[in-house]
């Protein structure tokens, strides 16, 4: 039986503002045994989906006794490494109040680039090199969370993803949990967020006429219905770690279905 009734695919985007319609940003969801559907914004002027009119969404749709997992795809945490030339604590929870205190990309009016070049923020306190990368990025060949401004980079994203994860832990507390950051084994009832790579599952899930965008959306929540189904997704939420690597992806996280 399927752990959760519903599986949302975020494909992100770290363009412009907090309040910019993004084409890049989109959302696609599913429910066992039904196809994914694109999830468009609520009526407004805009006519796509802002980060903060998406995490405004994702607290009320995860505040429903629905249990629902969603795969976000850029970085929830930072290196090891970054955690120790800044001296703070390898405690997630701490990682996103001083993060956002430095990087505070969910506030309005606010690009990326305006905290990297200083205009606002204070971000040059928290920076991190591009050689840094995590033991889930080492395995996947991924990019780090702090090589910008190249094709195929999650640094953007996940600089302006980051505080919106907070908020929603802040609005929701227990009832909603942070994989693998709140525990490795899920909680009965209880909604998921991941962090999730598209890469590793695009060739299976086809879809034809849709940018990039879309179709990175719809197979994440394609991949996480069918892997609750079929029994992957449990094979997924324990990864084959040793106990050295799992203390340390519990700081900085790891990607759903990475073995």
């Known amino acids: 039986m399927p752990a959760f009734q519903r ?18 940003l989109r959302v696609y969801q599913a429910a066992p045994g039904a196809p994914a559907v694109e999830v468009a914004p609520p009526p407004s002027p805009r006519k796509y989906w802002t980060r903060r009119g998406l995490a405004q969404w994702l607290a009320d749709t ?20 970054y955690f120790e030339v800044h001296h703070l604590l390898p405690d997630w929870p701490a990682f996103l109040d001083d993060f956002q205190a430095h990087w505070p990309t969910d506030e309005p009016h606010t690009y990326v680039d305006f905290v ?15 050689r840094w ?6 395995r996947c060949r991924a990019k780090s969370v702090f090589h910008f401004d190249v094709q195929g980079s999650v640094a953007k994203s996940t600089h302006a993803g980051i505080p919106w994860l907070r908020l929603l832990r802040g609005r929701l507390g227990p ?17 998921v967020v991941a962090e999730v790579y598209p890469s590793l599952w695009r060739q299976a899930y086809p879809l034809e006429g849709a940018t990039g965008d ?21 094979l997924a939420l324990a990864p084959q770690l040793t106990d050295f690597e799992r203390a340390v992806a519990g700081v900085e ?3 759903l279905g990475l073995w």
């Open 7 to 24: 599986y949302i695919g975020v494909d992100y985007s770290g363009a412009e503002t907090a309040e910019s319609s993004l084409k890049g």
């Open 62 to 81: 995860l505040a429903e006794d629905i249990p629902t997992l969603v795969g976000i795809d850029h970085g929830f945490s930072f290196p090891l490494r």
């Open 116 to 130: 990297r070049d200083g205009v606002c923020g204070r971000g040059a306190e928290r920076t991190g090199s591009s």
């Open 133 to 138: 990368r995590r033991i889930c990025e080492q």
């Open 175 to 191: 009832k909603l949990r942070f994989w693998p950051f709140d525990g490795w084994e899920l909680r009965p009832g209880c909604s």
């Open 214 to 234: 879309q179709r990175d959306a719809y197979v994440v929540a394609s991949w996480l219905r069918d892997a609750d189904a079929d029994g992957r997704l449990a």
């Open 253 to 255: 996280g790891w990607i």
